[in-house]
T-cell receptor
Framework: KAGVTQTPRYLIKTRGQQVTLSCSPI?????VSWYQQTPGQGLQFLFE???????NKGNFPGRFSGRQFSNSRSEMNVSTLELGDSALYLC??????????????FGQGTRLTVV | TQLLEQSPQFLSIQEGENLTVYCNSS?????LQWYRQEPGEGPVLLVT?????EVKKLKRLTFQFGDARKDSSLHITAAQPGDTGLYLC??????????????FGSGTQLTVLP
């Protein structure tokens, strides 16, 4: 069974530009979450999509957005990039274990560098 | 303020030694997961604990979920260089949050020297 696939693996962008990252979840998983990982803040939750709808959102500015397609693939977009947006962006594909439990499987991440 | 506090933050030990990593919170979680992450890669799920007091073993790794489901520990017996990595705990289903939003600890960077 294929794992979570994130593309591209590496990106270098200039301040002010926008970027789109892609995530293909594990087959059959309908929940996709995005996380930002930086040395200073660790792993922080961005948002989660389930059945093409954003269900939860973390404490990030509106420049960070996402969407999910009918095949559960997801994209996240960051507009007007800032130097502080440099990070490893991780996508997690989740298997819902009942009403309150989640088991998340992560992709390899996209390393975004803003210069 | 970190909702999940991990300790220690850094740990460097010799091959063959034992170690314990702690993950503590004032919040109750429905489940807790442990991950290991290599540099430049995504976290890899090691285990999920769900029931308060639950103990799970994965070869030389022993995971425990506290009775009140607020804390957890990871114990490694006879550590090997291949155990080197960043260990992360993550809670799901926090009382005031969504079940599908994981709250991560700050991580424990483990280095096992040969």
């Amino acid at each position: 069974k294929a794992g979570v696939t994130q593309t591209p693996r590496y990106l270098i962008k200039t301040r002010g530009q926008q970027v789109t990252l892609s995530c293909s979840p594990i087959s059959g998983h309908r929940s996709v979450s995005w996380y930002q990982q930086t040395p200073g803040q660790g792993l922080q939750f961005l948002f989660e999509y389930f059945s093409e709808t954003q269900r939860n959102k973390g404490n990030f500015p509106g420049r960070f957005s996402g969407r999910q397609f009918s095949n559960s693939r997801s994209e996240m977009n960051v507009s007007t990039l800032e130097l502080g947006d440099s990070a490893l962006y991780l996508c997690a594909s989740s298997l819902i274990l009942g009403r309150t439990n989640t088991e998340a499987f992560f992709g390899q991440g996209t390393r975004l560098t803003v210069v | 303020t970190q909702l999940l506090e991990q300790s220690p933050q850094f740990l460097s030990i010799q091959e063959g030694e034992n170690l314990t990593v702690y993950c503590n919170s004032s919040s109750v979680f429905s489940s807790l997961q442990w991950y290991r992450q290599e540099p430049g890669e995504g976290p890899v799920l090691l285990v999920t604990v769900v029931t308060g007091g639950e103990v799970k073993k994965l070869k030389r790794l022993t995971f425990q979920f506290g009775d009140a489901r607020k804390d957890s520990s990871l114990h490694i017996t006879a550590a090997q260089p291949g155990d080197t990595g960043l260990y992360l705990c993550a809670g799901a289903g926090r009382s005031s949050g969504s079940a599908r939003q994981l709250t991560f600890g700050s991580g424990t960077q483990l280095t096992v020297l040969p």
